[in-house]
Structure formats: C-alpha cells, structure tokens
C-alpha cells in the first residue's frame, strides 16, 4: 500500500489541508495519507482554525487531525515525502540518512509545475485570503497526485 506524507513547518495549516485533500480525492483505504511538521511548536494541536474552515468551506473534515513533528523513521514509513517549500525540504533532508530516503523528498507544487521547486506560501501570519490561495495550490497539486495513483 502506498503511503504518503505531507510536511510543512507546524503542521498546523498546509500540511493537514493537503493531508485532507488528497485523502478526498482517493478511494478510502487505498492509500494512507498523513501530515507532520518539521518543528514541535504545535504538537498535538488540531489544525489553525483557518485551515480547518477553508477545508469545511470545500466539504473537508480536518478537525480532527493532531499536529506531530517528523521523524527520521517517516524515511521507512513513507514512499513519497511531499514538503510546502524550501525551508521543509533543507530541514528534512537534512534528516535524511541515505539516497533512497532524500529522493523520496519532493516539492508538493512539482507535480503541477515539475522541477520548478516553488513555494506554496505559509498562511499563518495573514488573513483569510492566503487559506483560499494555497487551498486552491494543494487542490491542483494533489488531483495530479491521486491521477497519478489511480493510474498507476
């Protein structure tokens, strides 16, 4: 079974919309699909009441996720590591231990933009409008994940 990992830096606002978003888009229990964040300030808190606003605006129940920090043993769980922008991708390669762990890395946005390495921006500090915005970048990003695990 192919299991899948969405990284930012709290785990508190991107990663747990693609999190819910990508497992929307996919047959229950087909694939698993979970969210950390590559600093501990927010362990085990839900979502930023943002995130989980915009995600109930879209039909997303995300509520009930827990913020965790990520861990060099995600290498072994995960097949594919996907991060939010550059800071997550230096912090958790350098985690990586071998090849094998770093090209399960990647920018989640490279699967609407390959080899572009762009940034979906953290929503945290503004307002409402940023939530919107980088739901719409993950909604893209993760159609084109699910197409490509659908077809294999």
Do not use: W
Not at 17 to 23: D, P, R, S, Y
């Amino acid at each position: 079974m192919t299991k899948i990992l969405m990284v930012c830096l709290g785990n508190i606002c991107r990663s747990p919309l693609a999190e819910g978003i990508l497992k929307s888009k996919l047959e229950k229990g087909s694939i698993i699909v979970d969210s950390a964040g590559t600093a501990n300030y927010h362990f085990g808190s839900a979502p930023d009441k943002r995130s989980i606003n915009i995600a109930r605006k879209y039909g997303l129940d995300i509520s009930n996720l827990k913020a965790r920090q990520f861990q060099v043993s995600d290498f072994d769980t995960f097949d594919f590591i996907y991060v939010m922008d550059e800071s997550n991708y230096n912090n958790v390669t350098k985690l990586a231990r071998n090849d094998s762990d770093i090209h399960k890395i990647n920018f989640i946005l490279n699967e609407v933009y390959p080899n572009q390495n762009y940034d979906v921006p953290d929503p945290y500090y503004g307002g409402e409008e940023g939530f919107e915005n980088i739901y719409k970048m993950l909604d893209e990003a993760c159609d084109s994940i699910a197409n490509k695990l659908k077809n294999g």
